[in-house]
């Protein structure tokens, strides 16, 4: 789920309306943006290792929601990211980010 929350005067409506219409449209994306992005997250995740409070909240949430998803971390997991490629990508905008799916 991708939740945005919009605060703006009323006069520029029209422009925010604008960019959800270009979030609604294939999109591509650059390979060096992903692959530097996907690092960044890399390095999140690692972070995230070295926090025992981090470590205690996902493993409470892994035994409590084993067969849901909040079991499953919201950054993901590295082996995943790590096998991901720019066209997995695209294909998950095409199929979640359509007109359909926003309300």
């Known amino acids: 789920q991708t939740v945005y929350h919009v ?7 029209e422009k925010v309306l604008k960019v959800f219409g ?3 449209k294939p999109q591509r994306f650059l390979k060096q ?5 996907r690092e960044v997250i890399l390095e999140e995740l690692k972070k995230g290792e070295d926090s025992p409070g981090r470590m205690l909240f996902q493993s409470l949430f892994s035994a409590t929601f084993s067969k849901h998803p909040y079991g499953r971390p919201v950054i993901g997991f590295a082996k995943t990211l790590k096998a991901a490629k720019v066209a997995n990508l695209e294909a ?3 199929r979640q980010y359509v007109s359909g799916n926003m309300g």
């Open 7 to 13: 605060t703006c005067a009323a006069h520029h409506w």
């Open 22 to 24: 270009t979030l609604a």
């Open 33 to 37: 943006d992903f692959e530097r992005e």
């Open 92 to 94: 998950f905008y095409r």
